[in-house]
């Protein structure tokens, strides 16, 4: 495993303070993508990005391409961008919305023109005032430049783009729930199967729902082929990735890296990445992608940042969020954020999650805070057990969504991983790390 | 009688032309409100239901199911500082503490002079600089106590208008384009932009 000099694709225009504007996005290829996008067919578009296998960004890793071709054919069809980062730990899209907003909208009008879609939607995380700013004042640029709105570069195609502000619901990231908040409801997700946001999203109408980074590869797939994107990575994870990483590392940072050439041990220790722990101390251990993933130890580090390969070994790439604790890290302490977490944003609908995450919290709290009982853990795990049965991973499902099967992950990790230190806070009344 | 201004009274009916359906614009229009009165007065709140066809409670029942729509007033500076994670391995319950000790409330309060609203908030996705601070949902980044104190001074002094807006106050920018405007205003910006770039 190495750190390999694979371009940089959706992070090549960010070493320029300027990179969010039409002047610096031009002057280095920009709009160039959609310019040859346009002079071919949206089948041959839509092929070029199928043959790269860009597998979606946003964490459940689903193919792109598969997914446009399942929208259904209909008069009135949609394009929403999920740019509502809020799984904890992943700031990768916040950095791709404020720095190079014109890469996400030029990813949006090439694939709207795949898709022969009209009206597309960019919903951004509200909390992101800067991004909502910055994209707003690069969609008027476009729009002054004609690469969006009717008749783009007088290619006889129009499309329409809405810049939508969340305000502020982890449970919006989830593409249903995205869908009911940008119809103006409470964000709470669909039930589905039977039907996908591709038969029956946004209105009733089909709609392809696609991450901020996914979008963002687009342009560079029309510009180089999709063939040359498949060639970086190996087998299913092709292309570049955004790692976002955060904890005790010496250089926190998104970093783009060819998957699966390199380790989560290069991604933490190569010196032009994270650079090593902080105060050179022990790893004890890491979380992989995202909150909702099962926890890594020590001897994951080799593993390489493929989506197949993490998936084989008990955990998933996720949303590509990669969280490092040192020795110093109290495990039960984690666990109760991560749980605390998910517990203030289950949406309520089902009973498992909306019960489950505030007795676990309850539960975690205790612990962490001097009042652990004896039986705490095994009843953490039954818990668990009625939210996802059986808690194993990939996990089973009794909610509507995946919120409520991300809850135990965290806790039985830290439990399978670190019990010791939970039965020590148990018994001794307290945390040792306090 | 309209409780928007004129001038956002104008923005609303933007807004609701923006989308295919006018319920759509329901979110927007909360930011609208709290964006000329710094929360979601009832008032505010019965003419958003009338603009996007629902009734109050729905609009009320609507924005309260997310963090940044306020049923009641908060201060001109929302502090918001994460806990979540990654903030929390690098000192986030120290600086929490310590902004409820320099503010003189708890989490969740307003100080006495209306000028603080200090929150507990989950992941803000700035995870690279720890622990991470907002204020009116701007990243300002004082990781430290000492960074942290002097931002509250220079704000209690009138600083920083030019970055952080009141409260409410999300998007600074007005779109310009789009197909509901009218098309041969479209075509003159484009006759302007086509002449910016050939001088």
């Known amino acids: ?434 | 009688m309209s409780h928007f201004n004129a001038t956002m009274a104008t923005r609303a009916r933007q807004l609701v032309a923006l989308y295919p359906e006018a319920r759509s614009a329901l979110l927007p229009l909360c930011h609208l409100a709290q964006e000329q009165d710094g929360w979601l007065r009832p008032e505010a709140m019965a003419e958003i239901a009338e603009l996007v066809g629902v009734t109050p409670a729905e609009v009320r029942g609507t924005a309260t199911f997310y963090d940044m729509l306020h049923t009641e007033p908060v201060g001109r500076y929302l502090v918001s500082v994460c806990t979540n994670i990654a903030c929390i391995l690098d000192g986030a319950t120290e600086l929490l503490a310590h902004a409820e000790g320099r503010l003189g409330v708890r989490v969740g309060s307003t100080t006495a002079d209306g000028l603080f609203t200090l929150e507990e908030s989950e992941c803000l996705a700035d995870c690279d600089h720890p622990p991470c601070v907002q204020v009116n949902h701007r990243f300002v980044r004082t990781t430290t106590a000492e960074q942290f104190d002097q931002l509250v001074e220079e704000l209690a002094a009138g600083g920083h208008a030019e970055d952080i807006p009141p409260q409410g106050t999300l998007v600074r920018v007005r779109r310009t384009g789009g197909l509901r405007v009218d098309r041969a205003e479209i075509a003159r910006q484009r006759a302007e932009a086509a002449g910016e770039r050939s001088s």
Request: proline letters at 6%.
């Open chain 1, 1 to 434: 495993m190495a750190v390999t000099d694979a371009p940089r694709i959706v992070t090549a225009r960010l070493d320029h303070a300027d990179s969010h504007t039409l002047g610096r996005y031009l002057a280095t290829g920009g709009y160039e993508g959609l310019r040859k996008a346009l002079t071919m067919t949206p089948a041959a578009v839509a092929s070029e990005v199928d043959a790269a296998s860009l597998l979606g960004r946003g964490g459940a890793g689903f193919p792109a391409g598969r997914k446009w071709s399942m929208l259904k054919k209909d008069p009135v069809t949609y394009l929403v961008v999920n740019g509502d980062e809020s799984e904890p730990a992943t700031f990768k899209d916040h950095l791709l919305i404020e720095r190079d907003p014109h890469q996400i909208l030029e990813g949006m009008i090439i694939s709207a023109y795949a898709l022969q879609v009209t009206q597309a939607f960019v919903y951004i995380r509200g909390e992101f005032a800067l991004g909502l700013e910055r994209m707003e004042e690069a969609l008027n640029d476009a729009y002054r430049h004609g690469a969006v709105g009717e008749d783009i570069f007088s290619s006889g195609f129009s499309l329409d783009i809405v810049v939508h502000p969340g305000a502020g619901a982890y449970i919006c990231g989830e593409e249903t729930a995205l869908l009911e908040s940008l119809e103006g409801k409470r964000g709470f997700p669909r039930i589905k199967p039977p039907f996908f946001p591709a038969v029956i999203g946004l209105y009733g109408q089909p709609t392809v729902v696609n991450n901020v980074e996914t979008m963002a590869n687009i342009p560079w797939i029309v510009t180089n082929g999709g063939a040359a994107f498949a060639a970086l990575g190996e087998g299913r994870s092709t292309g570049t990735r955004l790692f976002a990483l955060s904890g005790h590392v010496r250089n926190p940072g998104a970093y783009e890296v060819e998957m699966v050439k390199s380790s989560f041990r290069d991604l933490i220790y190569a010196p032009v990445l994270g650079g090593g722990i902080r105060g050179d101390r022990e790893l004890k251990a890491f979380i992989p992608g995202g909150v909702s993933a099962p926890w890594f130890g020590p001897q994951h580090l080799d593993l390489p940042l493929g989506q197949d390969e993490v998936g084989q070994a008990g955990s998933m790439l996720g949303s590509g969020s990669v969280v490092v604790m040192d020795s110093t890290t109290c495990p039960v302490r984690a666990s109760w954020r991560i749980t605390k977490f998910f517990f203030r944003e289950s949406c309520g609908q089902c009973t498992p999650c909306r019960e489950g995450s505030g007795w676990l919290e309850r539960i975690m709290y205790r612990i962490e805070h001097g009042g652990g009982r004896e039986q705490d853990l095994d009843l953490l795990m039954d818990v668990c057990d009625n939210i996802s049965p059986g808690v194993h991973w990939p996990p089973e499902q009794t909610t509507i969504c995946v919120l409520g099967p991300s809850i135990p992950p965290s806790i039985a990790a830290g439990i399978s991983m670190f019990r010791d230190e939970f039965l020590v806070h148990i018994k001794d009344g307290g945390c040792p790390y306090d």
